[in-house]
């Protein structure tokens, strides 16, 4: 959903997604003089939790020797961008986003002009479609401080599933529903390599579902038709 929302001079734009919720910001010229940054203000309206979002910038006046992997709320630590994104937010949950323009010194800002918009998330699965995404690069930062940058082969399961976000499971979930000879199962993959998919395919098609997969067999250097091909004979 999108909802955008103006008032005295800063403008919010609200775009939500089921797990993420980004907000872009404006504040015209004539309260740009003294800004500082942005706080913002997370009301969930479904579990009732109240709290200012953080990040990893600070002044260095208030915080001279901020801890690695530690985040500081923006209400002290103003976010000094015109772009953020809520990367904590729950499917099909309520929240209401408090902007907040913050002015003079550090350590003793001042909260000024506001605005509130009001934000419903997507529900993971829709009465026809669902569509799932992973998390990628966006939250590579995220990833580093929850796993101490470890790579997940060697975290374990838990960086895994955090990756996935709910896709790997959706995928087999999906795939499970094909119980017999009635059901269709049809595939696009370009990296066609993960075993507990494969595993899942050759399951339902030992349960008589009728399979039928493309995916990128194309011999080049970059494309991963090898990996591909290894891990279907696997």
Same mark, same amino acid.
């Given at each position: 959903?999108?909802?955008?929302?103006?008032?005295?001079?800063?403008?919010?734009n609200?775009?939500?997604?089921?797990?993420?919720?980004?907000l872009? *910001?404006?504040?015209?010229?004539?309260?740009?003089?003294?800004?500082?940054?942005?706080a913002?203000?997370?009301?969930?309206?479904?579990?009732?939790?109240?709290?200012?979002?953080?990040?990893?910038?600070?002044?260095?006046s208030?915080?001279p020797?901020?801890?690695p992997?530690?985040?500081?709320?923006?209400?002290?630590?103003?976010f000094?961008?015109?772009?953020?994104?809520?990367?904590?937010?729950?499917?099909?949950?309520?929240?209401?986003?408090?902007?907040?323009?913050m002015?003079?010194?550090?350590?003793?800002?001042?909260?000024?002009?506001?605005v509130?918009?009001?934000v419903?998330t997507?529900?993971?699965?829709?009465?026809?479609?669902?569509v799932?995404?992973?998390?990628?690069?966006?939250?590579?930062?995220?990833y580093?401080?929850?796993?101490?940058?470890?790579?997940?082969?060697?975290?374990?399961p838990?960086?895994y599933?955090? *990756?996935?976000?709910?896709? *790997?499971?959706?995928?087999?979930?999906?795939?499970?529903?094909?119980?017999g000879?009635?059901?269709?199962?049809?595939?696009?993959?370009?990296e066609?390599?993960w075993?507990?998919?494969?595993?899942?395919?050759?399951?339902?098609?030992?349960?008589g579902?009728?399979?039928?997969v493309?995916?990128?067999?194309?011999?080049?250097?970059?494309?991963?038709?090898k990996?591909?091909e290894?891990?279907?004979?696997?």
């Amino acid at each position: 959903m999108r909802n955008r929302k103006s008032t005295n001079g800063l403008t919010v734009n609200a775009i939500a997604g089921s797990h993420v919720v980004i907000l872009g *910001l404006n504040v015209t010229n004539a309260k740009r003089k003294g800004l500082r940054g942005i706080a913002i203000r997370r009301a969930d309206k479904t579990e009732g939790e109240v709290c200012w979002l953080k990040g990893t910038k600070v002044f260095e006046s208030v915080e001279p020797h901020p801890a690695p992997a530690v985040q500081y709320s923006s209400l002290v630590h103003p976010f000094q961008t015109f772009q953020w994104g809520d990367y904590s937010a729950k499917p099909g949950y309520k929240y209401t986003y408090t902007v907040v323009a913050m002015y003079g010194d550090p350590g003793s800002l001042e909260q000024r002009t506001s605005v509130s918009v009001n934000v419903n998330t997507e529900p993971i699965e829709g009465a026809t479609h669902s569509v799932y995404f992973n998390r990628g690069s966006p939250a590579t930062q995220e990833y580093a401080r929850r796993f101490l940058n470890k790579p997940p082969s060697e975290e374990g399961p838990a960086a895994y599933e955090w *990756l996935s976000r709910g896709l *790997l499971e959706g995928i087999i979930a999906f795939i499970q529903r094909a119980t017999g000879a009635s059901f269709g199962l049809k595939g696009a993959f370009y990296e066609f390599q993960w075993p507990a998919v494969l595993n899942e395919l050759r399951a339902a098609k030992n349960r008589g579902a009728h399979v039928d997969v493309v995916f990128d067999d194309i011999d080049n250097a970059s494309g991963p038709h090898k990996a591909n091909e290894a891990a279907i004979s696997a």
